[in-house]
C-alpha cells in the first residue's frame, strides 16, 4: 500500500470521526437548547400565572372593597331614610298626644294616674305635672294632701310625675316617657330596621 493512500485513509478516518463528533455535539447542542426552551417557555408560563392570579386576586379584593363601600353607603341611606321616617312618626304621635291633652279624658287620665300612684305612696311626695296642668292642683291635693306640685319644664306633653320622699322613688307616668318608649318597640315592629 503506498503511503498516500495509508495518508488519505487516515485523513477519511479522521474526517469521519470529526464529522461523527461534530453531529454528536451539535445534537447536544440541541438538546440543551431545547431543554432551555422548555424550561424558559415552563418558566415564562409559570411567571405568567402567577401574574395573572396576582392581577386576579387584586381585581377581587378591589371588587369586593367597592361592593363594601356601596353597601356601606346604601345602609348608612337607609338608615337615614329610617331615621326620618321615624322622626316623622313620633312627630305626628307627638301632635295627637299634645292634642290629646285639651280633652277631659286626658284630665281624667292624670288624675287617675296620681289616684293609682299615691296608692303606692304612703307619705309627702312632689307631684311635678306640665305647665298648663297646673290647673289641676286641687284635684291632686284632694287624693294626695300632703303633695306638693310643682310645674316641670321637663314635661313638653302631659301627664305626671311623683317623687316619693320615703322611698326615694320617682314614678314617672308621662305622655313624654310613655312615647319615648315606644321608639325602642316601634324600630323592632315597623320593618324599618336596618339590618
Known amino acids: 500500500m ?3 493512500t495509508k495518508e488519505s485513509k ?3 478516518a479522521i474526517t469521519r470521526y470529526a464529522e461523527q463528533q461534530k453531529t454528536r455535539i451539535r445534537g447536544e447542542v440541541e438538546e440543551y437548547k431545547a ?4 424550561q424558559a417557555t415552563d418558566s415564562g408560563l409559570k411567571d405568567a400565572y402567577e401574574l395573572i392570579q396576582r392581577e386576579i386576586n387584586a381585581k377581587k379584593t378591589e371588587l369586593l372593597t367597592e361592593k363594601a363601600q356601596k353597601e356601606n353607603a346604601l345602609r348608612q341611606k337607609l338608615f337615614c331614610e329610617r331615621t326620618r321616617i ?3 312618626v313620633f312627630q305626628k304621635a307627638e ?3 299634645t292634642a290629646f ?3 277631659q279624658e286626658y284630665r281624667d287620665m292624670t288624675i287617675s294616674s296620681v289616684q293609682k300612684i299615691s296608692e303606692l305612696v304612703d307619705d309627702v311626695c312632689t307631684v311635678y305635672v306640665k305647665e298648663s296642668d297646673m290647673s289641676l292642683s286641687d284635684a291632686i291635693i284632694k287624693i294626695c294632701p300632703d303633695a306638693v306640685i310643682y310645674p316641670d319644664p321637663e314635661i313638653k306633653i302631659g301627664g305626671v310625675k311623683v317623687f316619693c320622699h320615703a322611698k326615694c322613688v320617682l314614678y314617672d307616668d308621662t305622655l313624654d316617657t310613655r312615647l319615648k318608649d315606644q ?3 316601634f324600630a323592632e315592629e315597623s ?3 336596618v339590618v
Open 10 to 12: 487516515f485523513l477519511d
Open 191 to 193: 320593618g324599618l330596621k
Open 2 to 4: 503506498n503511503e498516500r
Open 95 to 97: 301632635e295627637k298626644l
Open 101 to 103: 291633652t285639651q280633652t
Open 35 to 38: 431543554q432551555k426552551i422548555e
Open 183 to 185: 321608639r325602642a318597640w
Open 86 to 88: 321615624s322622626n316623622e
